[in-house]
Each structure stands twice: as structure tokens, then as C-alpha cells.
């Protein structure tokens, strides 16, 4: 799960990513000052550039309710898992009362704070909230999902008609 929700977060940034690239390369007048500007775009987290892309196309962004309230905690545990800190553990006294091998237990059961949010509904939801702020983002800055295929064919072509039977009845 850990390599899941890492990946979900690289997702999100990579969606980000390109449709502020887009938004900044319609914007500009020359190449100069969109390459600019991606620079600055390029540098910050996240959520600030959710914050430049709402300001560049107007959408309405409830930061309080999914989708968009998933990102802090997807960008916490993803700094979490690529940029580790030191973590101080949780102050746990007990008395340990019975064998030696109920003292193990106890022991073993520890769960670091990662453990202990990183659950598998939170990677389903983050996957779904990531795709569905994908979808937003596409829509409010009017890009074309075939737009944002990249490699293979980005279409298809008629070559026949085909009845139920699997025979072709015009080209």
C-alpha cells in the first residue's frame, strides 16, 4: 500500500502538472515567457499549484470535501514515504503483566502513524479522488481527454460494419 498511495500522489502531481503546462502554453505570448512561468509553476507543492490552477480557470474548489479534501493527507504520507523524518514514538506505558511471549505481542502490535492512516480504503478513496479531480481539472480547463493520451493512436477508424453474425455489411 505503500508503493500504491506513493504512486496515486505521483498521479495527481503528474495531472496537475499537465494542465497547468497547458494552461501556462496557451496563455503565453512567446515560449520565453511560458517557459517562465513554468518554472515558477514547477517549483511549488501540490496543492499550491491546485490553488494557481483554480485562479487560472475559475473552478470551485471545496478544499473541505472530497475529492480535493484528499490531497493534504495524500501529500502527507507521500512526503512521508519519499522525504523520511526522524519520528519521535508515541509515549506508550504499560505494565507487562503475563509471559514473555504476550510481552512480544504487545510489542509486535506497535504500529507506527503511517500504519495506522495508511488503511485500504484511504488508497481506494485517494485512487477515486485523484481520477476524479483528473476529470475536473480537464473539464474546467477545457482540455480534450485525447488531448492528454500520450503514445499509441490517439482515435480510431471505421474500416467496416459488422452484423451480429460477423459478417460485413458496408465499408
Not at 474548489?61 to 514514538?89: C, G, S, V
Request: charge should be negative.
Amino acid at each position: 500500500m505503500m508503493a500504491m498511495v506513493t504512486m496515486v500522489a505521483f498521479a495527481l502531481e503528474g495531472y496537475v502538472n499537465f494542465v497547468g503546462m497547458t494552461l501556462i502554453e496557451r496563455s503565453a505570448n512567446d515560449k520565453e515567457s511560458a517557459a517562465a512561468s513554468w518554472c515558477d509553476y514547477e517549483r511549488k507543492g501540490t496543492r499550491d499549484k491546485v490553488k494557481d490552477l483554480r485562479r487560472m480557470t475559475g473552478a470551485e474548489i471545496d478544499w473541505n470535501k472530497r475529492p480535493y479534501a484528499t490531497i493534504k493527507e495524500l501529500n502527507e504520507l507521500r512526503n512521508m514515504f519519499a522525504h523520511p523524518k526522524p519520528q519521535k514514538p508515541k509515549v506508550r506505558e504499560w505494565e507487562a503483566v503475563g509471559t514473555d511471549a504476550e510481552f512480544r505481542k504487545q510489542l509486535r502490535d506497535y504500529r507506527p502513524e503511517y500504519e495506522e492512516r495508511l488503511t485500504w480504503e484511504f488508497c481506494t478513496r485517494a485512487y477515486d479522488d485523484v481520477e476524479a479531480i483528473w476529470q475536473h481539472l480537464l473539464e474546467v480547463a477545457k482540455i480534450n481527454p485525447f488531448d492528454a493520451l500520450s503514445g499509441g493512436s490517439q482515435g480510431f477508424e471505421l474500416l467496416a460494419w459488422v452484423d451480429e453474425n460477423g459478417r460485413e455489411t458496408r465499408a
